[in-house]
Protein backbone atom coordinates (compact mmCIF):
# COMPACT_ATOMS: atom_id res chain seq x y z
CA UNK A 1 0.00 0.00 0.00
CA UNK A 2 2.86 2.52 1.11
CA UNK A 3 4.11 1.62 -2.59
CA UNK A 4 0.98 2.80 -4.45
CA UNK A 5 1.51 6.27 -2.44
CA UNK A 6 5.15 6.61 -3.34
CA UNK A 7 4.07 6.18 -6.92
CA UNK A 8 1.97 8.75 -6.17
CA UNK A 9 3.57 11.19 -4.08
CA UNK A 10 6.70 11.14 -7.12
CA UNK A 11 4.31 12.18 -9.72
CA UNK A 12 2.84 14.86 -7.61
CA UNK A 13 6.50 15.66 -6.83
CA UNK A 14 7.12 15.90 -10.58
CA UNK A 15 3.86 18.16 -11.20
CA UNK A 16 4.61 20.26 -8.76
CA UNK A 17 8.91 20.89 -9.78
CA UNK A 18 6.65 21.85 -13.36
CA UNK A 19 4.13 23.59 -11.92
CA UNK A 20 7.06 25.52 -10.22
CA UNK A 21 9.25 25.79 -13.42
CA UNK A 22 6.14 26.88 -15.17
CA UNK A 23 5.62 30.03 -12.98
CA UNK A 24 9.12 30.75 -12.69
CA UNK A 25 8.96 31.68 -16.59
CA UNK A 26 5.62 33.28 -16.00
CA UNK A 27 7.26 35.76 -13.75
CA UNK A 28 9.95 36.14 -15.96
CA UNK A 29 8.09 36.85 -18.96
CA UNK A 30 6.02 38.89 -17.30
CA UNK A 31 8.88 40.83 -16.23
CA UNK A 32 10.32 41.37 -19.46
CA UNK A 33 6.16 42.21 -20.51
CA UNK A 34 6.15 44.91 -18.36
CA UNK A 35 9.31 46.67 -19.47
CA UNK A 36 8.95 46.44 -22.74
CA UNK A 37 5.23 47.97 -22.37
CA UNK A 38 7.08 50.75 -19.73
CA UNK A 39 10.03 51.06 -22.88
CA UNK A 40 7.04 51.24 -25.64
CA UNK A 41 5.16 54.06 -23.57
CA UNK A 42 8.43 56.63 -22.99
CA UNK A 43 9.63 56.04 -26.70
CA UNK A 44 5.72 57.24 -28.01
CA UNK A 45 5.91 60.26 -25.49
CA UNK A 46 9.44 61.13 -26.86
CA UNK A 47 8.07 61.03 -30.72
CA UNK A 48 5.51 62.99 -29.71
CA UNK A 49 7.36 65.52 -27.91
CA UNK A 50 9.76 65.52 -30.86
CA UNK A 51 6.86 65.58 -33.50
CA UNK A 52 5.74 68.65 -31.05
CA UNK A 53 8.91 70.18 -31.50
CA UNK A 54 8.82 69.81 -34.98
CA UNK A 55 5.77 71.58 -35.71
CA UNK A 56 6.67 74.46 -33.28
CA UNK A 57 9.63 75.09 -35.44
CA UNK A 58 7.68 74.51 -38.94
CA UNK A 59 5.55 77.33 -37.86
CA UNK A 60 7.86 80.07 -36.35
CA UNK A 61 10.01 79.34 -39.87
CA UNK A 62 5.95 79.94 -41.67
CA UNK A 63 5.48 83.16 -39.53
CA UNK A 64 9.32 84.18 -40.28
CA UNK A 65 8.51 83.02 -44.00
CA UNK A 66 5.43 85.50 -44.29
CA UNK A 67 7.17 87.98 -42.25
CA UNK A 68 9.82 88.39 -44.90
CA UNK A 69 7.67 88.24 -47.49
CA UNK A 70 5.49 91.11 -45.65
CA UNK A 71 8.40 93.62 -45.02
CA UNK A 72 9.49 92.98 -48.43
CA UNK A 73 6.33 94.70 -49.93
CA UNK A 74 6.24 97.24 -47.48
CA UNK A 75 6.34 100.70 -48.92
CA UNK A 76 9.04 103.39 -48.13
CA UNK A 77 11.05 101.00 -46.12
CA UNK A 78 14.56 101.44 -46.34
CA UNK A 79 16.03 98.76 -49.04
CA UNK A 80 18.83 98.47 -47.01
CA UNK A 81 17.42 97.55 -43.73
CA UNK A 82 14.89 95.39 -45.27
CA UNK A 83 17.17 93.41 -46.96
CA UNK A 84 19.53 92.56 -44.30
CA UNK A 85 16.48 91.94 -41.90
CA UNK A 86 15.54 89.21 -44.76
CA UNK A 87 18.91 87.83 -44.45
CA UNK A 88 18.74 87.36 -41.04
CA UNK A 89 15.38 85.84 -41.05
CA UNK A 90 16.63 83.35 -43.92
CA UNK A 91 19.46 82.23 -41.80
CA UNK A 92 17.37 81.73 -38.70
CA UNK A 93 14.90 79.82 -41.07
CA UNK A 94 18.18 78.02 -42.79
CA UNK A 95 19.17 76.82 -39.32
CA UNK A 96 15.74 75.45 -37.60
CA UNK A 97 15.43 73.58 -41.12
CA UNK A 98 18.91 71.28 -40.20
CA UNK A 99 21.33 72.49 -37.14
CA UNK A 100 23.11 69.47 -36.63
CA UNK A 101 25.51 71.28 -33.76
CA UNK A 102 21.98 71.70 -31.57
CA UNK A 103 20.04 68.79 -32.94
CA UNK A 104 17.14 71.18 -32.82
CA UNK A 105 16.76 71.81 -36.54
CA UNK A 106 13.32 70.37 -38.43
CA UNK A 107 16.11 67.71 -40.27
CA UNK A 108 17.29 66.32 -36.87
CA UNK A 109 13.80 66.49 -34.71
CA UNK A 110 12.26 64.31 -37.44
CA UNK A 111 15.40 61.74 -37.51
CA UNK A 112 14.99 61.68 -33.18
CA UNK A 113 11.18 61.41 -33.78
CA UNK A 114 11.38 58.26 -36.42
CA UNK A 115 14.00 56.78 -33.87
CA UNK A 116 11.30 56.63 -30.86
CA UNK A 117 8.69 55.41 -33.16
CA UNK A 118 10.93 52.92 -34.12
CA UNK A 119 11.80 52.10 -30.60
CA UNK A 120 8.52 51.76 -29.16
CA UNK A 121 7.33 49.29 -32.68
CA UNK A 122 10.07 47.29 -31.18
CA UNK A 123 8.99 47.12 -27.79
CA UNK A 124 5.40 46.70 -28.43
CA UNK A 125 6.25 43.50 -30.55
CA UNK A 126 8.42 42.10 -28.05
CA UNK A 127 5.04 43.19 -25.70
CA UNK A 128 2.92 41.35 -27.71
CA UNK A 129 5.25 38.20 -27.85
CA UNK A 130 5.54 38.32 -24.27
CA UNK A 131 2.37 38.26 -23.09
CA UNK A 132 1.58 35.58 -25.06
CA UNK A 133 4.37 33.46 -23.73
CA UNK A 134 2.84 34.11 -20.48
CA UNK A 135 -0.32 33.29 -21.32
CA UNK A 136 1.02 29.69 -22.39
CA UNK A 137 2.47 29.66 -18.65
CA UNK A 138 -0.45 30.02 -16.93
CA UNK A 139 -2.48 28.20 -19.01
CA UNK A 140 0.51 25.19 -18.41
CA UNK A 141 0.40 25.87 -14.66
CA UNK A 142 -3.46 25.55 -15.14
CA UNK A 143 -3.33 21.91 -16.85
CA UNK A 144 -0.65 20.70 -14.55
CA UNK A 145 -2.63 21.52 -11.57
CA UNK A 146 -5.61 19.64 -12.88
CA UNK A 147 -3.83 17.02 -13.34
CA UNK A 148 -2.83 16.49 -9.51
CA UNK A 149 -6.93 16.36 -8.87
CA UNK A 150 -7.66 14.02 -12.08
CA UNK A 151 -5.19 11.98 -12.54
CA UNK A 152 -4.79 12.39 -16.30
CA UNK A 153 -1.53 12.81 -17.34
CA UNK A 154 -2.14 13.98 -20.84
CA UNK A 155 -2.64 17.07 -18.77
CA UNK A 156 0.32 17.57 -17.57
CA UNK A 157 1.81 16.74 -21.11
CA UNK A 158 -0.37 19.36 -22.40
CA UNK A 159 0.95 21.34 -19.58
CA UNK A 160 4.28 21.34 -20.49
CA UNK A 161 3.94 21.43 -24.14
CA UNK A 162 2.93 25.24 -23.24
CA UNK A 163 5.87 26.07 -21.10
CA UNK A 164 7.88 24.64 -24.09
CA UNK A 165 5.55 26.76 -26.17
CA UNK A 166 5.68 29.92 -24.21
CA UNK A 167 9.69 29.71 -24.03
CA UNK A 168 9.71 29.94 -27.53
CA UNK A 169 7.73 33.17 -27.75
CA UNK A 170 9.71 34.77 -25.02
CA UNK A 171 12.70 33.70 -27.27
CA UNK A 172 11.08 34.95 -30.49
CA UNK A 173 10.16 38.34 -28.66
CA UNK A 174 13.74 38.61 -26.98
CA UNK A 175 15.73 37.64 -29.65
CA UNK A 176 13.55 38.29 -33.04
CA UNK A 177 10.39 40.27 -31.80
CA UNK A 178 9.45 41.04 -35.63
CA UNK A 179 10.03 37.18 -37.24
CA UNK A 180 6.17 36.64 -36.70
CA UNK A 181 3.45 39.00 -36.66
CA UNK A 182 1.26 39.24 -33.40
CA UNK A 183 -0.81 42.51 -34.71
Known amino acids: MSGGHGAVDGSNKKIALL ?3 LALFL ?3 ETLAKSAQTDALGANVESAN ?6 ARTIRATVLKTASEEIALEPGAPPE ?4 QVEEWA ?3 ARWESDPASGDGRKELAAKAKAAEAKRDLSLARYHHYELGSAAFQIGIVLASAQVITGIAALAFAGGALGVAGI ?3 AIGLFAPHAIHLV
Open 50 to 55: QWAYFQ
Open 91 to 93: KTM
Open 19 to 21: ISV
Open 168 to 170: AML
Open 81 to 84: AVKK
Open 27 to 29: ALG
